[in-house]
């Protein structure tokens, strides 16, 4: 069972920016697909961005150029870097970790962008 820690949330204004971070209970950042996931009041969770173990990111649309997945082999932690921060970028923040059926999911950390 791998156990997922997130934190970094919190209220910040538009424009501003934040950095989430996730740290797994075990050393799989070589081995599982990390990435983040977000779910708005009301609305589906939606995949935010991923990393491969050998590094190759894919993000949605919506925040391509303004967030950046990233991970630290070293700290054995993932990180979403939030720039130009929107208030649609309001939710909850999850972290995932994924390899062959395996799956699992962090707590959640709370996102919000308003003046």
């Known amino acids: 069972q791998v156990q997922l820690v997130e934190s970094g949330g919190g209220l910040v204004q538009p424009g501003g920016s934040l950095r989430l971070s996730c740290a797994p209970s075990?050393?799989?950042?070589?081995?599982?697909?990390m990435g983040w996931y977000r779910q708005a009041p009301g609305k589906q969770r939606e995949l935010v961005a991923t990393?491969?173990?050998?590094?190759?990111?894919n993000y949605a649309d919506s925040v391509k150029g303004r967030f950046t997945i990233s991970r630290d082999n070293v700290k054995n932690t993932v990180y979403l870097q939030m720039n130009s921060l929107k208030p649609e970028d309001t939710a909850v923040y999850y972290c995932?970790?994924?390899?062959?059926?395996?799956?699992?999911w962090g707590q959640g950390t709370q996102v919000t962008v308003s003046s």
């Open positions: 995932n970790a994924q390899y062959l059926r395996l799956n699992y």
């Open positions: 075990g050393s799989i950042l070589s081995i599982y697909v």
């Open positions: 990393i491969t173990s050998t590094g190759n990111t």
